[in-house]
């Protein structure tokens, strides 16, 4: 079955910097275009960054851009999302997806979620 495990998220002082991993296991990760979503309390889950299958093309949230690098290593089937100069309004449980990432939209597997990381920024 399909398995996504984040991990990396704590708490971090503003201006700080986190690594998020997500280990993937159960499909051919390779054949899946990825991305991090998050989710603030009492907030709708926001797309953070998308990647396409072979990592050729990444996108952002504008509120991240300059700041979340998205990366994959296909031969981990590990997920990655370097996070810097974060600021208190990227406080969020962080989750990574499998999708499909056609014509600059990703669209998010319902089945392919993992558990989600928390990631709190705050002095």
């Known amino acids: 079955q399909v398995q996504l495990v984040e991990s990396g998220g704590g708490l971090v002082q503003p201006g700080g910097s986190l690594r998020l991993s997500c280990a993937a296991s159960?499909?051919?990760?390779?054949?899946?275009?990825m991305s991090w979503y998050r989710q603030a309390p009492g907030k709708e889950r926001e797309l953070v960054a998308s990647?396409?299958?072979?990592?050729?093309?990444?996108d952002y949230a504008d509120s991240v851009k300059g700041r979340f690098t998205i990366s994959r290593d296909n031969a981990k089937s590990t997920l990655y999302l370097q996070m810097n100069s974060l600021k208190s309004e990227d406080t969020a449980v962080y989750y990574c997806?499998?999708?499909?990432?056609?014509?600059?939209?990703?669209?998010?597997?319902?089945?392919?979620w993992g558990q989600g990381t928390q990631v709190t920024v705050s002095s």
């Open positions: 997806n499998g999708g499909v990432y056609d014509s600059g939209t990703y669209f998010p597997r319902p089945d392919c």
């Open positions: 159960g499909f051919t990760f390779s054949s899946y275009a």
């Open positions: 990647i396409t299958m072979d990592g050729g093309s990444t």
